[in-house]
């Protein structure tokens, strides 16, 4: 597989608060995708859960299913109880040819509560790392056998949030882990995206593509707000409209075969959806031509 462009609904209706982009109907959301020159699409609460359901939505637009979030509670249970809950999302990633699993660990998360500022998100203590890292493992050997690499998505308000958090949680799971790279989570989380995927560029197997604005990133750190509100303040946006140099993010990342998606979750009354969705699918492909990958898009 070489290298897709993919993106994902929530720049056009948020999972977290669906107020954002609530009325916008999934039609819309898929034909701008495609408009906007995207090979596929992540899945969000508006999109089918059947395969035919899914496939029958996805067609018109020549788009595929890059692959779906997944929200752990292995924190609180054992992997095969994570597997049981797990099994009606692993289904239908299968049926549609997805090749990776979005995963993240959120039992006790706070980055869906608007009420919360992010300095009171959870932090694991340094000995229940390696528990953690066993859990994760198992689910991930047990989904990389059906064909499903499971890709950690490291995010705000979450265990795995700072550049200290990665690197536990990196060596506390064995190589059935791979990490989703998102960019905009690293940056506001304190990382150089570069530097995480120098550092782990031989388990990155999905990245993200989200940009940061620096002046709403330092007024939410220092008013202390949620994460809902400082994304409603424009905190992130698409690639080149923000303080990320994805150019030395992707030459970090050699020889990556995979999908690159943009994610970059805002509030569509302010960022037109579409609008952005061409800045950002334009400032991925030259970035992309620039940093040596083949030069196949438009």
């Given amino acids: 597989m070489s290298i897709r462009i993919g993106a994902n609904p929530i720049g056009w209706s948020n999972d977290d608060l669906r107020e ?6 999934l039609e ?19 999109f089918p859960r059947e395969v035919t359901a899914l496939k029958a939505a996805l067609a018109p637009y020549g788009l595929d299913c890059v692959s779906g979030w997944y929200s752990a509670e292995l924190l609180r249970r054992e992997p095969e109880a994570e597997l049981a809950a797990l099994r009606p999302h692993l ?10 699993l979005v995963f993240a660990e959120t039992s006790n ?6 009420g919360t500022p992010l300095s009171r998100r959870p932090v694991l203590a340094a000995g229940d790392w390696a528990e953690l890292g066993r859990r994760v493992t198992a689910v991930a050997e ?6 499903v690499r499971l890709v950690y998505h490291h ?15 990196m060596a506390a799971t064995g190589p059935a882990v791979h990490l989703l790279l998102d960019t905009g989570h690293a940056t506001w989380g304190g990382t150089d995206p570069a530097a995480l995927a120098g550092r782990y560029r031989d388990r990155i197997s999905h990245v993200h593509t989200k940009d940061v604005r ?18 409603i303040a424009g905190v992130y946006t698409v690639p080149g409209d923000g303080m990320v140099d994805f150019g030395s993010v992707f030459r970090e990342l050699p ?5 690159v998606v943009v994610e970059a979750e805002q509030d569509p009354e302010k960022a037109h959806p579409l609008t952005y969705a061409k800045k950002g699918y334009a400032h991925l492909v030259e970035t992309l031509k620039a940093a040596g990958f083949e030069s196949r898009w438009a």
């Fill in 20 to 25: 954002l982009g609530g009325a916008t109907p």
């Fill in 28 to 46: 819309v959301c898929l034909a701008e995708a495609a408009e906007a020159g995207f090979e596929g699409m992540e899945l969000g609460h508006k």
């Fill in 91 to 100: 289904d239908l990633l299968k049926g549609m040819g997805s090749t990776v």
């Fill in 109 to 114: 998360a706070i980055h869906g509560e608007r």
């Fill in 142 to 147: 047990a989904t990389l056998n059906e064909g």
């Fill in 155 to 169: 995010h705000m308000g979450t265990v795995v949030q700072s550049e200290a958090d990665i690197d536990a949680f």
């Fill in 214 to 231: 620096a002046a709403v990133m330092a007024e939410a750190g220092a008013k202390d707000w949620s994460f809902l509100d400082s994304v």
């Fill in 255 to 259: 020889g990556y075969r995979g999908w």
